[in-house]
């Protein structure tokens, strides 16, 4: 079955850098888009990066230029660097891909924390 584990979230200045991993096992990993979203306390969880099979990056306009995601398929790994963090990226990170038959598949979530 599919398969994600996060790591890499903990506590963070202001201005900081975190870089958060997810590994991937279950399905064919260079096949598919992935993803990572997060969800603040008492909000929605929201996209904030997508990386296609071949590559192509999106991010949300609150991380443009602050967070880079990346993949390394032999390694069925996605990351994301965040760099100047400020605390309202303060949430928990989850990892995301959509996988037929199974559809929706959400990792277990790490917790990012940008406090002085």
């Known amino acids: 079955q599919v398969q994600l584990v996060e790591s890499g979230g903990g506590l963070a200045h202001p201005g900081g850098s975190l870089r958060l991993s997810c590994t991937a096992s279950?399905?064919?990993?260079?096949?598919?888009?992935m993803s990572w979203f997060r969800q603040a306390p008492g909000k929605q969880r929201e996209l904030v990066a997508t990386?296609?099979?071949?590559?192509?990056?999106n991010y949300a306009d609150s991380v443009t230029g602050r967070f880079t995601i990346s993949r390394d398929n032999a390694e069925k790994t996605v990351y994301l660097q965040m760099s100047s963090l400020k605390p309202e990226d303060t949430a928990v990170y989850f990892c995301?891909?959509?996988?037929?038959?199974?559809?929706?598949?959400w990792g277990q979530g790490t917790q990012v924390t940008v406090s002085s």
């Open positions: 995301h891909t959509n996988v037929y038959p199974t559809g929706d598949n």
């Open positions: 279950g399905f064919t990993f260079s096949r598919f888009a």
């Open positions: 990386i296609t099979n071949q590559g192509t990056t």
